[in-house]
C-alpha cells in the first residue's frame, strides 16, 4: 500500500487502529519536518538550536502524542483538512517551553541513540568526505536487502522497522516503545537495535575496528 498517498487523517486513523509498521513510518516522515520547526523556532526564543537539543525535543514531542496508546491521535478530530499539522505545532510548542520554563533541566538520556543513519553509512563504507548521494542510496538498499532475508520470519518486519525508525528517522529506543505495534519496552527495542546493526556490520563486512574488510583508511565506527 501507498501510505504516502493516503491524507493525514486516513493516515492517523491507519496508525492508532491497525497500528501498521508501514504507516508509522510514513507518520514520523510525513511530520516530523514541522515538528522540528516548531521546536527550533520556539527554542530560539530561549537562545538556544543546537542540533541535539532540537532532536530532544522531537523525540519528547513523540513521547506526548504516544503516550496512553496514542490518546491524543485517537481524540483527534480533524474540523479542516491537514488540521493535524496544527495540533503538532501546538504540541511540540508546549514540549519545547515546558522544557525552558523547567529551568533547562538535564535532559533525559535513557534510550538516546548514539548515532544517525549518515554517520553509520559513513563510518561503515565512506570516506572521511562521505559518500556520493547516488552510492548512498545504493548501499541503503543494501543494508535493507540484509535486513529483509535475515531476520526472522515472524518478527522480521517488526525488527526492521524498529532498526529504521532507530537510524533513519532517529527515534530513541524509548520513543519507538511507546509506538502501539512494537510491543517491546526500551531494552527490547535496544537489543533488537544492537543485534541488526552487528548483522548488518557482519554482512557488510566490517571489522571489530569499525572498517570494511580489506580497507586500510576509514573512519571508525
Not at 501507498?2 to 486513523?13: F, R, V
Request: with cysteine; hydrophobic share 40%.
Amino acid at each position: 500500500m501507498d501510505w504516502s498517498a493516503l491524507s493525514s487523517e486516513e493516515l492517523i486513523q491507519a496508525c492508532v487502529s491497525a497500528s501498521d509498521a508501514d504507516a508509522w513510518e510514513e507518520f514520523v516522515r510525513r511530520f516530523r519536518p514541522v515538528i522540528a520547526a516548531t521546536a527550533m523556532r520556539t527554542a530560539r526564543r530561549f537562545g538556544e538550536c543546537e542540533p541535539q537539543l532540537i532532536d530532544d525535543l522531537v523525540q519528547d514531542t513523540y513521547l506526548k502524542i504516544c503516550a496512553n496508546r496514542c490518546r491524543m491521535l485517537r481524540d483527534f478530530h480533524a474540523e479542516a483538512p491537514d488540521a493535524i499539522f496544527g495540533l503538532l505545532k501546538r504540541v511540540a510548542f508546549s514540549v519545547t517551553h515546558d522544557y525552558f520554563r523547567g529551568g533547562l533541566a538535564a535532559k533525559r538520556r535513557a534510550g538516546h541513540r548514539d548515532t544517525t543513519l549518515d554517520s553509520f553509512v559513513e563510518s561503515t563504507i565512506a570516506s572521511s568526505e562521505g559518500l556520493p548521494q547516488l552510492e548512498r542510496e545504493i548501499l541503503i538498499h543494501q543494508i535493507d536487502e540484509h535486513l529483509t532475508a535475515d531476520t526472522e520470519p515472524v518478527t522480521g518486519n517488526r525488527d526492521r522497522q524498529i532498526f529504521w525508525l532507530y537510524y533513519r528517522h532517529g527515534m530513541t529506543t524509548r520513543a519507538i516503545a511507546e509506538i502501539p505495534f512494537i510491543g517491546l519496552t526500551p531494552k527490547g527495542v535496544e537489543s533488537v537495535i544492537q543485534r541488526l546493526t552487528k548483522l548488518v556490520r557482519t554482512r557488510l563486512g566490517v571489522c571489530e575496528s569499525g572498517q570494511l574488510k580489506g580497507k586500510t583508511s576509514g573512519s571508525s565506527l
